[in-house]
């Protein structure tokens, strides 16, 4: 477990039952361990046997036999000999991360996005205006226009007519499709950092908030190495850092693809990274090159955030290093893109895309 702390999950007081407080430590160790069950047990063996979590009445094979009864985990079988995560394990680990990471949200009705523009929208405000050809007649105000035909023709000629109407003013519901691209290239587990982790939980996180407060949005998520592929939201627990070099020209091409896929108007890439291009593909040769910034590479990945600039496809890169020649890069990006960048700690990571995700939602792409 060498560079990730778990000190501040450890119980300090009371935090409720035995199980809650275990679940809670294995919640992370299962992320950690990228849905290995039977080494997240052996951890959380460890840190119990050093902190003294169980005691004589609840033991950890109380708290296995609790996770395989409460559904989260499943009872190894002649088919499959190991301890697997459920459905369950997964969504819980989706909410404690959305938990743990935009806790400062507050609870808002599903779909709350609300564009700063006026018009043919989809809420309404307590605003009015008077009717104009094209206007949805289910956003007539009948209330008032009633009362503006008493007032402009009295009760004795009632009538309704067309400077009495009234409607009601609305807002815009902005749809937003979003890809979000991970690095697991071998830099982000390098020099002791656990750098995957972090982003693990904060993809998990997002993926959270889109599916249960803004429905109408639309999330893909891929993770780029030597290549680039697509993953599930299911699959998120279990990213794993391989071998592999960063070609961040693979990631931009299977994000456009899946955004041209999307049939509204509103697109976004959020990529996830902590270093700078070292590969591309050449027919089905890679060419790599992981000194300095090489030109070939470098050419094509700047060549494609202009060409999402002229898409309207805005880049937000969060940047978790700030290595001088790397952040003289993504500022070169940035300005192809006319995107955004974020320097971030790791610690910082989930509130910067939660706020850039917000402030993205409030506009209006053409």
Request: aromatic share 10%; hydrophobic share 35%.
């Amino acid at each position: 477990m060498i560079g990730w702390r778990f000190s501040e999950y450890i119980p300090k007081g009371n935090e409720g039952s035995i199980f809650d407080q275990l679940l809670k430590l294995f919640n992370e160790l299962i992320v950690y361990s990228a849905g290995d069950v039977t080494e997240a047990l052996s951890w959380l063996t460890q840190l119990d046997k050093e902190y003294n979590i169980t005691n004589e009445d609840y033991g950890m094979a109380d708290f296995i036999q609790d996770l395989i009864d409460k559904g989260y985990i499943n009872q190894p079988d002649q088919r499959n000999p190991k301890f697997v995560p459920t459905a369950k394990m997964e969504i819980a680990l989706r909410q404690k991360a959305l938990e743990d990471i935009f806790g400062q949200l507050k609870k808002a009705k599903r779909g709350n996005h609300n564009t700063r523009q006026g018009g043919k929208g989809d809420e309404f405000t307590s605003d009015m205006r008077p009717y104009e050809f094209g206007d949805k007649l289910e956003n007539l105000a009948i209330s008032e226009s009633l009362r503006n035909a008493q007032i402009n023709h009295g009760i004795d000629d009632f009538k309704l007519t067309h400077d009495d109407l009234e409607v009601h003013e609305t807002y815009n519901q902005s749809q937003m499709s979003t890809v979000l691209m991970i690095d697991i290239s071998h830099s982000m587990i390098l020099y002791g950092e656990d750098r995957i982790t972090p982003a693990k939980k904060v993809a998990m996180a997002l993926a959270e908030l889109i599916t249960t407060r803004y429905p109408k949005d639309t999330l893909d998520i891929l993770v780029f190495g030597n290549d680039a592929w697509k993953i599930e939201i299911k699959d998120l627990p279990y990213l794993q850092v391989g071998p592999y070099h960063t070609n961040t020209v693979a990631g931009l091409e299977l994000a456009m693809d899946m955004l041209r896929k999307r049939k509204n108007p509103n697109k976004q890439i959020f990529m996830i990274t902590d270093g700078k291009p070292t590969c591309i593909k050449k027919g089905k040769k890679y060419y790599k090159n992981s000194f300095g910034l090489d030109r070939k590479i470098v050419s094509r990945t700047l060549n494609l955030a202009t060409k999402c600039r002229k898409l309207q496809i805005p880049i937000t890169t969060f940047m978790i290093a700030q290595d001088p020649y790397l952040v003289r890069f993504v500022d070169s990006f940035t300005k192809a893109n006319n995107g955004k960048a974020f320097y971030s700690s790791l610690q910082g990571l989930g509130e910067f895309i939660f706020m850039d995700y917000k402030n993205n939602k409030g506009k209006r792409h053409r």
